[in-house]
């Protein structure tokens, strides 16, 4: 009997390693809406993929995805449509490779969004963020230290529980080995997708994306590069955000825009219409002209009482350095008096690239002061002369050079409706925070 017993947990020990070899990384929770979500999973190798799933309250009303082929083209990557949803609801979920249980060590699970409006306040949730995400590959990172480090900051915001994790730009870091090929690129996203810190946050929270030069391209890359249009594919294979740009094949930009609760998340591109920063020719832009023009047609309808605009650079500080916003003066002057003549309330900018973090308030006199708050970097070097910047709208206190990753959780009722910004380290130590509330924002 007692070998029987060892046999059969042997024989299930390897099965389940023999299954679990064919997931390269996910599964990851992409949007969830009131009747459908979609979850994200790649493979090691070619496989069919599906996802089952049931209300936490009732496993046994037990509903299946629609299954993908993964194939080489698109990183064996699979994006599972979990339809038949009910509004509100925690659903538990299980992937199945070639129609196989794989066995994981973390929670799947995923929330549909819930059905308040006219019935009673907005509910109060918590939206995860940060930028600039380098896990080293030694044979092809620049000689010197590492520039990568403390991964085990994903595990700490797996730890506070976010309904949502905002990815704000410079998720992967191109190397000069990946941006000239689509297999590199490939490798780029896989490499960086498949460590096992990053695991549990994927897998429970929804994750929404924009991208920055390092997942683009090269360096301060723009309109220019040849291979944006490979990138961008890497982009939306590797991601499950709801649309991509306006185009009917969406094939033009990676701006989208979704909402969640009380408040309306605006993702934004900055690089696949931005100037050469060289030229000295032409309009200099960093959105293009019909980026902009959808962004502040959407700011004008919405009707949600916090408007979230991510962005890579940063917006509101007032040194013209890098790449921040204030270099190209004229396009952020039409954007924010743009915002100002239409009365759009309840702005806030997010930003990362910087490589520190900081509080931004532009104060207005005909109207509410503007924030934009810039968080970096998660995982890639620190700066170490950001306090040497002279950024007069830097809110005293704020600014930290390490690695972080803040929150904004949501709370009150409609009459005390606020934002809490904070700012923690790579343990989930908090260290800084502010509360805005919605009235600061009218």
Same mark, same amino acid.
């Given at each position: 009997?007692?070998?029987?017993?060892?046999?059969?947990?042997?024989?299930?020990?390897?099965?389940?390693?023999?299954?679990?070899?064919?997931?390269?990384?996910?599964?990851?929770?992409?949007?969830?809406?009131?009747?459908?979500?979609?979850?994200?999973?790649?493979?090691?190798? &070619?496989?069919?993929?599906?996802?089952?799933?049931?209300?936490?309250?009732?496993?046994?009303?037990?509903?299946?995805?629609?299954?993908?082929?993964?194939?080489?083209?698109?990183?064996?990557? &699979?994006?599972?449509?979990?339809?038949?949803?009910?509004?509100?609801?925690?659903?538990?979920?299980?992937?199945?490779?070639?129609?196989?249980?794989?066995?994981?060590?973390?929670?799947?699970?995923?929330?549909?969004?819930?059905?308040?409006?006219?019935?009673?306040?907005?509910?109060?949730?918590?939206?995860?963020?940060?930028?600039?995400?380098?896990?080293?590959?030694?044979?092809?990172?620049?000689?010197?230290? *590492?520039?990568?480090?403390?991964?085990?900051?994903?595990?700490?915001?797996?730890?506070?529980?976010?309904?949502? #994790?905002?990815?704000?730009? =410079?998720?992967?870091?191109?190397?000069?080995?990946?941006?000239?090929?689509?297999?590199?690129?490939?490798?780029?996203?896989?490499?960086?997708?498949?460590?096992?810190?990053?695991? *549990?946050?994927?897998?429970? &929270?929804?994750?929404?994306?924009?991208?920055?030069?390092?997942?683009?391209?090269?360096?301060?890359?723009?309109?220019?590069?040849?291979?944006?249009?490979?990138?961008?594919?890497?982009?939306?294979?590797?991601? &499950?955000?709801?649309?991509?740009?306006?185009?009917?094949?969406?094939?033009?930009?990676?701006?989208?825009?979704?909402?969640?609760?009380?408040?309306?998340?605006?993702?934004?591109?900055?690089?696949?219409?931005?100037?050469?920063?060289?030229?000295?020719?032409?309009?200099?832009?960093?959105?293009?002209?019909?980026?902009?023009?959808?962004?502040?047609?959407?700011?004008?309808?919405?009707?949600?009482?916090?408007?979230?605009?991510?962005?890579?650079?940063?917006?509101?500080?007032?040194?013209?350095?890098?790449?921040?916003?204030?270099?190209? *003066?004229?396009?952020?002057?039409?954007?924010?008096?743009?915002?100002?003549?239409?009365?759009?309330?309840?702005?806030?900018?997010?930003?990362?690239?910087?490589?520190?973090?900081?509080?931004?308030?532009?104060?207005?006199?005909?109207?509410?002061?503007?924030?934009?708050?810039?968080?970096?970097?998660?995982?890639?070097?620190?700066?170490?002369?950001?306090?040497?910047?002279?950024?007069?709208?830097?809110?005293?206190?704020?600014?930290? #050079?390490?690695?972080?990753?803040?929150?904004?959780?949501?709370?009150?009722?409609?009459?005390?409706?606020?934002?809490?910004?904070?700012?923690?380290?790579? =343990?989930?130590?908090?260290?800084?925070?502010?509360?805005?509330?919605?009235?600061?924002?009218?």
């Amino acid at each position: 009997m007692k070998k029987i017993i060892i046999i059969f947990c042997l024989s299930f020990v390897l099965n389940t390693v023999a299954q679990n070899s064919l997931l390269q990384s996910g599964p990851m929770v992409g949007y969830c809406e009131m009747t459908e979500a979609k979850i994200w999973v790649q493979t090691t190798t &070619a496989a069919n993929v599906k996802i089952m799933y049931s209300p936490a309250d009732n496993v046994k009303e037990i509903q299946y995805s629609n299954e993908v082929l993964t194939n080489k083209d698109s990183g064996y990557t &699979a994006h599972l449509v979990l339809d038949g949803l009910s509004p509100g609801k925690k659903y538990n979920y299980v992937v199945y490779i070639n129609n196989k249980k794989v066995n994981l060590p973390y929670e799947t699970t995923f929330s549909s969004k819930k059905l308040w409006q006219w019935r009673e306040n907005a509910p109060d949730f918590t939206v995860a963020l940060g930028s600039c995400t380098y896990v080293n590959q030694p044979e092809v990172d620049r000689p010197g230290k *590492p520039y990568g480090s403390e991964y085990e900051i994903f595990t700490s915001i797996a730890g506070k529980n976010p309904d949502i #994790m905002l990815w704000g730009g =410079d998720n992967i870091y191109l190397r000069e080995a990946d941006w000239d090929s689509k297999t590199g690129v490939y490798h780029r996203y896989t490499h960086t997708r498949s460590i096992k810190e990053i695991q *549990p946050l994927l897998a429970r &929270a929804q994750n929404f994306a924009i991208w920055d030069d390092h997942d683009f391209g090269p360096n301060d890359a723009d309109r220019s590069y040849y291979f944006k249009n490979v990138t961008q594919k890497a982009f939306k294979d590797f991601w &499950a955000n709801k649309s991509y740009g306006l185009d009917a094949a969406q094939s033009q930009g990676t701006f989208s825009t979704f909402n969640w609760g009380d408040a309306q998340f605006f993702l934004l591109d900055d690089r696949f219409f931005k100037s050469p920063n060289d030229r000295v020719t032409g309009q200099r832009t960093l959105l293009g002209k019909e980026q902009l023009e959808w962004l502040i047609d959407a700011l004008s309808a919405s009707k949600a009482s916090f408007k979230i605009i991510v962005i890579g650079g940063q917006v509101l500080n007032s040194a013209a350095k890098y790449e921040n916003y204030e270099t190209y *003066p004229e396009e952020k002057e039409y954007l924010l008096s743009e915002i100002e003549k239409n009365k759009v309330r309840g702005v806030l900018f997010i930003s990362g690239d910087r490589h520190f973090s900081e509080l931004s308030m532009l104060p207005r006199p005909s109207s509410y002061s503007l924030y934009d708050w810039t968080v970096s970097p998660l995982t890639s070097g620190a700066s170490n002369s950001a306090e040497k910047e002279e950024n007069k709208y830097r809110v005293a206190g704020s600014l930290f #050079m390490q690695h972080n990753f803040g929150t904004i959780s949501f709370s009150g009722d409609k009459d005390n409706r606020q934002l809490k910004l904070s700012l923690f380290d790579k =343990d989930g130590k908090e260290l800084w925070n502010k509360v805005i509330t919605k009235k600061e924002l009218q």
